[in-house]
T-cell receptor, first 114, second 113 residues
Framework: KAGVTQTPRYLIKTRGQQVTLSCSPI?????VSWYQQTPGQGLQFLFE???????NKGNFPGRFSGRQFSNSRSEMNVSTLELGDSALYLC?????????????FGPGTRLTVL | QKEVEQDPGPLSVPEGAIVSLNCTYS??????FMWYRQYSRKGPELLMY????GNKEDGRFTAQVDKSSKYISLFIRDSQPSDSATYLC?????????????FGKGTKLSVKP
């Protein structure tokens, strides 16, 4: 079974631009979560989608948004990029996102904001 | 106080040593406890998963959860250079959605041959 895939793997943008990152979950998984990883803050939860609905949201500004498609693929968008948005963005999928599910992470997209 | 505290290290040990990694937490609602391993430039991979208190063993790895002390541990026996990675603890209160895992900042481990 193929793992979680994320595209692109690396991205360089400038302040003020916007960016869209893509995540394809493991086949059959319906829950997709997004995390931001930085050296200072570690891994922080952004949001979770299940069946095309945002089910959970972390403490990030509204510039961070996401969506999920009917095939469970998910995208996240960051508008008006700031230098502090430079990070590794990780996507994780699980069958239902329930308490006993295991989350499987993709390799991440490394975003650099100049 | 952060919800999950983890010593960032780095921790350097000789090959064959027993490694002890720990996290403390403040939220008594956490019921699901996980340890992830993350190699450089890779996403985290699940190593151990424990529900509530107790011990769990898988090969060279043992996870312990002490809910009364709000303290979890991961032990690695007979450590190998291939164990060199960052180890992240994660926990969740579970319920309807586990999506919002709370992670420690990770401990960087180096096992020297």
């Amino acid at each position: 079974k193929a793992g979680v895939t994320q595209t692109p793997r690396y991205l360089i943008k400038t302040r003020g631009q916007q960016v869209t990152l893509s995540c394809s979950p493991i086949s059959g998984h319906r829950s997709v979560s997004w995390y931001q990883q930085t050296p200072g803050q570690g891994l922080q939860f952004l949001f979770e989608y299940f069946s095309e609905t945002q089910r959970n949201k972390g403490n990030f500004p509204g510039r961070f948004s996401g969506r999920q498609f009917s095939n469970s693929r998910s995208e996240m968008n960051v508008s008006t990029l700031e230098l502090g948005d430079s990070a590794l963005y990780l996507c994780a999928s699980s069958p239902t996102g329930g308490g006993t599910d295991t989350q499987y992470f993709g390799p991440g997209t490394r975003l650099t904001v100049l | 106080q952060k919800e999950v505290e983890q010593d960032p290290g780095p921790l350097s040990v000789p090959e064959g040593a027993i490694v002890s990694l720990n996290c403390t937490y403040s939220n008594s609602a956490f019921q699901y406890f996980m340890w992830y391993r993350q190699y450089s430039r890779k996403g985290p991979e699940l190593l151990m998963y424990t529900y509530s208190s107790g011990n769990k063993e898988d090969g060279r790895f043992t996870a312990q959860v002490d809910k009364s002390s709000k303290y979890i541990s991961l032990f690695i026996r007979d450590s190998q250079p291939s164990d060199s990675a960052t180890y992240l603890c994660a926990m969740s209160s579970g319920g309807g959605s586990q999506g919002n895992l709370i992670f420690g900042k990770g401990t960087k481990l180096s096992v020297k041959p």
